[in-house]
């Protein structure tokens, strides 16, 4: 009997300690963004040879945000590109490069990324109010006619932000793209459970835990649910080899979306710049804020 409660004791402890480690580690991927992508600077050459402004604005909830500006002294147009999770500003640059021989660009970088301050992660939800302290910003520097590119967490975000807009005669969004946007984040964060085979005993508690600290709640972050209350034409984007946004978020964002609404596939990855993204999206931009020269 002694070995046998023994061996009852040393698996129960092997199970609460895989159990600890496992919502730790849970708690950690949701919670905040990864350090290894966060400080990286991606595409280096782009950015050390491409003309641009860093620049600094607030958030409407008042924090302070890094972005990259790349003028356009012809036009008072913009694009504004949001980054996916644990990613910054720099990531974008491949669109910047496209972009700014037709319009002003700027790339920010959300709170809790990049050139910010760190903290937690909520995956879309205060970093709406990122976006539209960025829109704000563009409008006080003359770029009040802006289209809004978001990939992933960019896109979520986007997409609750420019639901909570409200209109305004000199704030004008004349169009949206989202790329490897989840249509609800709960849906998409189980669904990644289940393919790594974490139990729920792992990953409810970590979920509680991430809501918690970074003080949201994940049902809530739905766009799904969000985006049929944009007023400005909508592209949806979605990669034929996408390993966390499966097609079927793209289709049911696309179900939910106001007219007028597009969605195209392309080959690629999730949340991988692209040429075929890059064109894709300039043709659609083009289309609703048009690049002829504005002045300023």
Not at 23 to 36: D, K, L, R, T
Not at 128 to 148: H, I, R
Not at 171 to 180: F, R, S, Y
Request: hydrophobic share 40%; aromatic share 10%.
């Amino acid at each position: 009997m002694t070995v046998l409660r023994k061996s009852v004791f040393v698996i129960l402890t092997l199970i609460l300690a895989w159990h600890v480690f496992g919502i730790a580690g849970g708690f950690v991927a949701v919670c905040f963004p990864n350090i290894f992508k966060r400080y990286r600077t991606y595409y280096p050459n782009l950015v050390t040879k491409i003309p641009h402004e860093s620049v600094v604005f607030r958030s409407r909830s008042g924090v302070p945000l890094n972005a990259f500006l790349f003028r356009n002294p012809n036009t008072s147009k913009a694009i504004l590109l949001c980054h996916g999770r644990s990613y910054n500003k720099s990531h974008e640059m491949p669109y910047a490069r496209d972009f700014m021989a037709h319009y002003n660009v700027l790339a920010i970088d959300f709170r809790s990324h990049g050139s910010n301050r760190s903290g937690t992660t909520t995956i879309g939800m205060k970093e709406s109010q990122d976006v539209l302290g960025a829109l704000d910003w563009l409008a006080e520097q003359g770029m009040p006619e802006v289209a809004v590119m978001g990939h992933s967490m960019g896109a979520a975000a986007a997409i609750k932000a420019l639901s909570e807009l409200e209109p305004n005669g000199l704030l004008q969004v004349k169009a949206l793209v989202t790329e490897g946007a989840f249509a609800d984040l709960h849906d998409l964060l189980s669904r990644q459970a289940k393919r790594y085979f974490v139990p729920l005993t792992i990953s409810g508690p970590s979920f509680k835990l991430a809501e918690c600290v970074a003080g949201y709640r994940i049902r809530d972050n739905a766009p799904e649910r969000l985006i049929g209350t944009i007023r400005c034409p909508v592209l949806i984007l979605q990669a034929d080899n996408d390993y966390l946004c499966s097609p079927d978020c793209a289709e049911r964002l696309f179900a939910a979306a106001n007219k007028p609404k597009i969605l195209r596939y392309f080959k690629g990855r999730h949340d991988t710049p692209c040429d075929e993204v890059s064109r894709l999206a300039m043709e659609f931009i083009d289309a609703h804020l048009w690049s002829l020269p504005t002045g300023k």
